[in-house]
């Protein structure tokens, strides 16, 4: 049970918070999942310009996975013993500096860790209000994947109706989020994924289509060719690395964008520097977790203003693969790292969150 007890006061619904512990999920060494226990931890306290946030849902990330063994350690700052980047759940105090109007507001965001425990704090204005349509596990499947989908292909790639888009792991949760950010802004997704399923279920979602690839990715230049008569496509959204940068390079038209978002299948890559220079590509790599307060919010405000009304409509939703409760975490952890996920492994944090 939690330490901390919240009350809501009437009329003003303010609501009392008494800090002693929190259960939170800790990382007690390296190694496989078997290392993460649940365990009290002394609750998080909100320093000036911060919310207290009890959470409700979260969701994994190959970062906790990297995390929980040791090759991903937390930014200065953050707990590096409990993992969790993002995050959905209800405000139940403030650091000074913060309007208390704030307290019992719905909101999701990302943090630099920690969000797999019961409380956590984040900056005010780096997280955004949930739509009322988005249940408390769906919400906590979405800040992660849509943040970074948003912010690589739609910003930083500067994604424009018309655009036809390669995504590389498209089932993945970042993918099925692209997939549908792409359709959303009037540009055309391609997918390549290792499991054809995935490509046929991500078409049900607005996926043009796809190539199933194995260790030879040399059939994806071919198809995209196929697929664009010849012209290539504008932008890649990256979430593999290793090969597939070499194989995005040939798929790319003249002036492509490539967004590097991920190195699943690798951080080296052997590639025809040429290719760059004549097609004159731009190539850019991109990371959340580390990056200052003010970008974060820069990227949640800019999330909040373009995603959240759709998600709002239902032009895109999370795609949720599967509902873990936080004291289930080695599971969720284990089916994370099976490579057979399709869409977000969430996590059930309080009993508020049942499954949409
Ligand atoms: N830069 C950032 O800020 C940022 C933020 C979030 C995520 N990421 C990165 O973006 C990528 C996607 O994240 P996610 O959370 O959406 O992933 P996810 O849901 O865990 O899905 C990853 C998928 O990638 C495929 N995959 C696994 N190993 C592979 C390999 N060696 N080669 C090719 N495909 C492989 C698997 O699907 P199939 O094998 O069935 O295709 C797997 O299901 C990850 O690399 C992650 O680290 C980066």
Redesign the pocket.
């Known amino acids: 049970m939690s330490g901390i007890v919240v009350s809501r006061g009437a009329p003003n619904r303010r609501l009392r918070v008494h800090s002693t512990v929190v259960r939170a999920a800790v990382i007690v060494s390296t190694g496989g999942p078997e290392v993460i226990e649940i365990r009290d931890v002394p609750a998080p306290v909100p320093a000036a310009g911060e919310l207290l946030v009890r959470v409700a849902a979260s969701a994994l990330?190959?970062?906790d996975l990297l995390q929980r063994a040791g090759r991903y350690p937390a930014p200065p700052g953050v707990a590096g013993n409990i993992p969790g980047i993002e995050f959905a759940g209800e405000v139940v105090d403030a650091g000074s500096a913060v309007d208390r109007a704030r307290i019992g507001q719905r909101v999701f965001g990302i943090v630099g860790g920690a969000a797999h425990a019961e409380f956590l704090v984040a900056h005010e204005r780096a997280v955004a209000a949930i739509p009322e349509s988005l249940s408390w596990v769906q919400a906590g499947a979405t800040p992660?994947?849509f943040i970074?989908a948003h912010d690589?292909m739609c910003i930083q790639a500067a994604l424009r109706p018309g655009d036809r888009v390669l995504i590389?792991?498209?089932?993945?949760?970042?993918?099925?989020a692209a997939v549908q950010l792409a359709r959303a802004f009037g540009a055309v997704p391609y997918g390549?994924?290792?499991?054809a399923e995935?490509l046929e279920r991500a078409m049900l979602l607005g996926l043009e289509n796809g190539i199933a690839v194995g260790e030879d990715l040399s059939p994806i230049p071919a198809a995209v060719e196929d697929w664009t008569n010849g012209r290539g496509v504008d932008v890649v959204l990256d979430?593999?690395?290793?090969p597939?940068v070499a194989a995005s390079l040939e798929a790319l038209a003249p002036r492509g964008r490539m967004m590097l978002?991920?190195?699943?299948?690798?951080r080296r890559s052997e590639l025809d520097l040429g290719r760059m220079l004549a097609k004159r590509l731009r190539v850019a790599?991109?990371?959340?977790?580390s990056r200052p307060i003010e970008e974060r919010i820069a990227v949640t405000l800019a999330f909040a203003a373009e995603v959240v009304p759709l998600l709002e409509s239902g032009a895109v939703s999370p795609v949720i693969?599967s509902v873990h409760d936080l004291g289930g975490i080695g599971d969720a952890h284990r089916r994370?790292e099976s490579?057979?996920?399709?869409?977000?492994?969430v996590l059930r944090v309080s009993d508020d969150a049942t499954p949409a």
């Open positions: 990330n190959r970062a992660e994947a970074t690589a590389h792991a498209a089932g993945s949760g970042v993918g099925l390549t994924a290792r499991t995935k979430l593999a690395g290793g597939y978002v991920g190195t699943i299948a690798g790599g991109t990371v959340l977790r693969d994370l490579n057979a996920t399709f869409g977000k492994v």
